[in-house]
């Protein structure tokens, strides 16, 4: 207990953390504590489980991913008031009861409600289990608030992006607390704002983003202008700049939301086609004609306004109408509709008597009235289709759990995430609807919008401050009544069947006869008279007829005094467009008009449902989702008209703590006993399970815990009441901490018992079983040996049988033994094969039996190592192979320094053309060089050596020096090519000498000696005049003249003429291999 008082004053630093604790409950202490925590920043304070909130006007710094962390499944009442802590409860509160709830988010306009539902939203999606597919559609529909907002929202006096619709959501759970689905119900878009603002307020948010942020050639091909001033249906309310609006910054958020949930690019253009549609059709002005029928006004040439929203089949006709500017851009299309026939439907309304149609033209205020009904209906339907496109992109799987609520024609469901177990599953409602609203001029829309804050207060007051009361009563607890102001009158007086407001507006619409907003006012007087909350000029006193029109009526809300203009009530709920119009709109070319207005039945001679009774019945059913679910609420709060931060308006947030109830709500929960739980667990006596009577049961109980009789109270034991009733939060506080360590304690002794016994079984199942599997397994494998050792012997007896007549011919008794025989040897031989071509010595030595067998594997196996080394020679190689046999033919244990070469791949050239003198490639320029080699040339005469090229082409061989050809051999006049057979690099070219004048043979020293002889050979097909000739070799120096090369061995090698005029080679012996 000492523990949770220190928390609690901890809690209770600034202020008192909930107004139940307050000394006094008195208007001012309230008013103090909440100024008090105000002005520190604390904007959420409890009374009880309601959660008060006061709107600061500037950002705060509690909103972020460690402050949801902190208030996760954290005691409502442990950590300071939070709107988390109030959603994470609710959240918890309905996987514990497995029962729906729902949070109930009200106030003024500008309170601060659709930032608390973002809020509450948000938690969800960051606190809730999720999977990739469930975060995507998450995704959606969070990007999904920005375009409902610009489309849906608008400035006005008392708040910069009010809500213009309201909207229900229902977030759905599974047992485990998975997010499955949900949807959305939308009220009543305030339409009239598209053709219509008060002073100081704006048309929806979209109009203005895509005038500030549109891109150039967007605004062209829609036919815009970036000055708002030229837009009739934007000037209205002289407020088109709004500070605390950036809509640049805004439109690319909506372009970017509008590609996140899936709407293309196609849809996209039609959709703000339709905007500037709703612009240009601001636009068209009329004028009577002579007869007083309206007329298009052909002032300043306002037909291409016109012409802008249509579809334009004579492009000559365009021409006349439009700039050049705008010449370019005829081809986009924004409603694309024939222009005469759109002429013809705002000038004229089409009668049809029987078979016959006749047009009736209209009077100047019908013609406004036809254009500002088409604007209306577009917008309206677009919204509606954009919803629903919406639920489209996030729609996965999902059930129809919700079909049980039904849909008017203002209600759209909206579905985030795929439904998965249908059997088991729960909701949070989440309401965020328009507050109550009173401005200098209100009409039919603030009529509607504080008849639902009326319906919202009458259920509060149903959920809470009755509903407590009648309990304290059913269970007879002692106490005192809190008085309160029931505001079903007031609701009465609106939806009356035959009697109320509503009826009596429904009855003036569909009458007969010249109906007006006078009229349907004197017919409220005349039914009205007396009714203490209605009162209009006719019928007030002098001092309250001064400050009310003739037109006007005031209705005394539960808010307070607000005063209605009947001017416009009657048009606004028929909410009616002509029948031609909407013919001409379903053949529309822009796709999202086509398909809003052809769901519209265009033959249907029923009167549709007017606007207020269609809202009517959409509030009804709302209230019967309400009542069958746990409620939370939050009641938002303006601390300034001026929208500043830091400014606390103690006149004005006195206001509104009375027309909310919260005093009353707060003496009922001071009074009463707020906090109600089963916590049968807390005592031994009581758990399991409790013999006697309830009531005892609960005596046992509380003085178990420690209650003082001031702490709570229980029903009549006499009437068989079963409720405790518990009045202090400290109480409660240390109740709830007992519970949590109460609920861990069981829960581990009864995982213990269970998991226990479920062991024991688990034990002897196991222990049987292994009884009986070691039972058989003996069997098993006693049986296994048995035939394993009968089979044994067989195969020892015919092993040696078959062993002992293996020289036999193949009989019964020795053919299994020669099949072992031959898969053993095979299976060796498999692992034993040459790896190499060369290896010719591995080869395993094979049984008698398979000699020849033998044979022919090793034939096939070097077979196959042949073809896969030739398979594996390269082009390059196989031609280097080639040439190496060819030299083998010619040298092999010929000439003794030919081993050495083998292993000396030959190359293309020895000579690059970069080496060769240009001058000598210019004379061989017509034949192709095959190779070219440096060499030493001995003169004829003296045998003088002289480095010199020897180049090889096609037809013949050149003896180059630098840049002259010394001689030039055609390879036909080549009869001999001779080497000795020593080491030395000598060879002779014979070449034949008819003329004594010609030049014999060519004695030649070539380091490439091999190489040169090969190629010249292949070159000049000259294999057969290869000699290799021992001692000497005899050379024809010139015709008729001759002279020998002599050979010998020494211990060096040396050239050198002897003194008998020969050439004299020495050569060293080769080295032995």
Not at 306 to 313: D, G, I, K, M, P
Request: charged share 25%; hydrophobic share 35%.
């Amino acid at each position: 207990m000492l523990v949770v008082e220190g928390a609690l004053n901890a809690r209770n630093q600034v202020g008192i953390q909930d107004f139940v604790l307050l000394d006094e409950t008195s208007e001012a202490a309230f008013l103090s504590n909440l100024k008090k925590r105000f002005c520190k920043d604390l904007i959420y304070t409890y009374i009880g489980t309601l959660l008060v909130s006061v709107n600061p006007y500037k950002e705060l710094d509690i909103y972020n991913k460690e402050q949801m962390d902190v208030y996760m499944g954290v005691n409502f009442y442990e950590l300071p008031p939070h709107i988390y802590a109030l959603a994470d409860n609710a959240y918890h509160g309905m996987l514990a009861d497995f029962s729906n709830h729902f949070i109930l988010i009200s106030g003024e306009s500008g309170a601060g409600k659709t930032e608390a539902s973002k809020k509450i939203l948000q938690y969800y999606a960051v606190s809730c289990p999720s999977t990739a597919l469930l975060n995507t559609v998450r995704d959606k529909m969070l990007m999904s608030n920005p375009v409902l907002e610009a489309f849906g929202n608008a400035k006005t006096l008392k708040n910069d992006n009010s809500s213009r619709f309201g909207k229900y959501m229902d977030i759905q759970f599974d047992s485990q607390g998975d997010a499955l689905g949900g949807h959305i119900l939308n009220y009543l878009l305030e339409k009239s704002r598209v053709v219509h603002q008060n002073h100081g307020e704006r048309n929806f948010h979209i109009f203005y983003q895509l005038l500030d942020g549109g891109e150039e050639d967007l605004l062209q091909q829609l036919g815009l202008e970036r000055d708002r001033q030229h837009y009739s249906y934007l000037t209205q309310g002289e407020c088109a700049v709004v500070p605390s609006v950036d809509d640049k910054k805004d439109w690319k958020t909506v372009k970017n939301a509008l590609q996140v949930i899936d709407i293309d690019a196609i849809h996209t253009n039609h959709l703000f086609g339709i905007v500037a549609s709703v612009l240009h059709l601001g636009n068209v002005r009329f004028e009577p004609d002579s007869k007083g029928h309206a007329s298009l006004n052909n002032q300043n040439n306002p037909n291409a306004e016109l012409h802008w929203v249509s579809h334009v089949r004579n492009l000559h006709q365009m021409s006349l109408i439009l700039s050049p500017k705008k010449k370019r851009l005829i081809s986009l299309q924004l409603l694309g509709v024939d222009a005469n026939s759109l002429q013809e439907g705002l000038t004229y309304r089409k009668i049809e008597a029987k078979t016959e149609q006749v047009l009736s033209p209209f009077l100047l205020d019908h013609a406004i009235y036809g254009r500002d009904a088409l604007a209306k209906a577009i917008y309206g339907h677009t919204f509606t289709w954009l919803v629903n496109r919406i639920n489209a992109s996030t729609e996965n799987t999902v059930s129809s759990f919700f079909c049980q609520t039904g849909q008017t024609l203002c209600d759209i469901v909206f579905f985030f995430f795929p439904f998965q177990d249908p059997s088991k599953k729960t909701v949070i409602g989440l309401l965020d609807i328009y507050g109550f609203e009173v401005f200098n001029i209100n009409s039919f829309e603030q009529f509607c919008i504080n008849y639902c804050n009326e319906k919202l207060q009458q259920l509060f007051i149903q959920l809470t401050l009755k509903a407590e009361q009648e309990e304290y009563e059913a269970e007879d607890i002692e106490w005192e009544p809190v008085h309160f102001f029931n505001n079903k009158i007031i609701c009465d007086l609106v939806e009356e069947r035959h009697r109320g407001i509503i009826s009596i507006l429904d009855e003036e619409c569909l009458r007969p006869g010249e109906a007006t907003d006078l009229t349907f006012l004197e017919r409220l007087e005349e039914q009205m008279g007396t009714h203490p909350h209605f009162v209009s000029h006719k019928l007030a006193d002098k001092k309250t007829r001064r400050t009310l029109e003739r037109g006007d009526f005031r209705l005394l809300h539960y808010a307070g005094e607000v005063t209605y203009c009947v001017v416009g009530f009657l048009d606004k709920n028929n909410d009616l467009l002509y029948k031609n119009i909407k013919d001409l709109m379903c053949q529309s070319k822009n796709a999202i008009v086509r398909q809003c207005f052809s769901c519209m039945d265009p033959d249907s001679r029923r009167r549709p449902e007017t606007v207020a009774t269609q809202f009517k019945s959409s509030l009804l059913k709302l209230t019967e989702i309400l009542v069958a679910k746990d409620a939370w609420y939050i009641r938002c709060l303006k601390s300034n008209e001026s929208k500043k931060p830091g400014q606390f308006d103690e006149a004005l947030i006195r206001h509104q703590i009375k027309y909310l109830g919260l005093m009353q709500h707060l003496r009922v929960r001071r009074a009463g006993f707020a906090y109600r739980r089963n916590y049968k667990a807390l005592c031994p006596a009581t758990w399991p399970h409790w013999r006697g009577e309830p009531a005892d049961g609960v005596l046992v109980l509380v003085r178990h815990l420690g209650y003082f009789p001031n702490e709570y109270k229980m029903g009549s034991w006499i009437n068989h009441r079963t409720k405790i009733f518990i009045r202090h939060p400290r109480t409660l506080y240390a109740t709830e901490d007992a519970f949590e360590k109460c609920k861990h304690q069981l829960a581990t002794r009864l995982q213990a018992k269970y998991k226990g016994y479920r062991a024991k079984g688990v034990f002897r199942k196991q222990k049987e079983a292994a009884t009986k599997i070691e039972t058989c397994w003996r069997g098993v494998q006693a049986r296994k040996e048995r035939d394993k050792r009968a089979w044994a012997v067989k195969v020892i007896k015919r092993f040696i049988k078959g062993y002992m007549t293996r020289g036999q011919a193949k009989v019964t008794d020795n053919s299994e033994y020669l099949v072992f025989v031959r898969q053993n040897y095979l299976n060796r031989l498999q692992d034993n094969l040459p790896k190499t071509l060369l290896d010719k010595t591995t080869w395993l030595s094979p049984p008698h039996v398979l000699a020849e067998t033998s044979e022919l594997l090793r034939k096939l196996h070097y077979r196959l190592m042949v073809r896969k080394y030739v398979r594996g020679i390269t082009t390059q190689k196989k031609t280097q192979l080639q040439m190496k046999l060819i030299a083998s033919a010619m040298f092999k244990g010929k000439k003794e320094s030919y081993p050495q070469s083998v292993a000396q791949p030959f190359v293309d050239t020895r000579i690059s053309d970069e080496d060769i003198n240009a001058r000598v490639l210019q004379m061989l320029r017509n034949e192709h060089i095959k190779y070219a080699v440096p060499m030493m040339k001995y003169d004829r005469n003296g045998f003088k050596r002289r480095p010199r090229q020897l180049i090889f082409t096609q037809a013949a061989a050149y003896m180059v020096e630098e840049a002259r050809i010394k001689q030039r051999i055609l390879y036909t006049a080549l009869k001999g090519i001779s080497v000795s057979n020593l080491t030395d690099s000598i060879v002779v070219l014979h070449i034949t000498c008819e003329d004594p004048k010609e030049k014999g043979d060519l004695v030649l020293q070539c380091n490439h000696l091999f190489e040169l002889v090969t190629k010249l050979c292949i070159i000049a097909n000259k294999q057969n005049v290869v000699r290799v000739l021992q001692g000497s070799i005899k050379v024809e120096i010139q015709a008729g003249k001759e002279s020998a090369v002599e050979f010998s061995t020494g211990p060096e090698p040396m050239v050198y003429k002897a003194k008998n005029g020969h050439l004299t080679v020495v050569a060293t012996r080769a080295r032995p291999r």
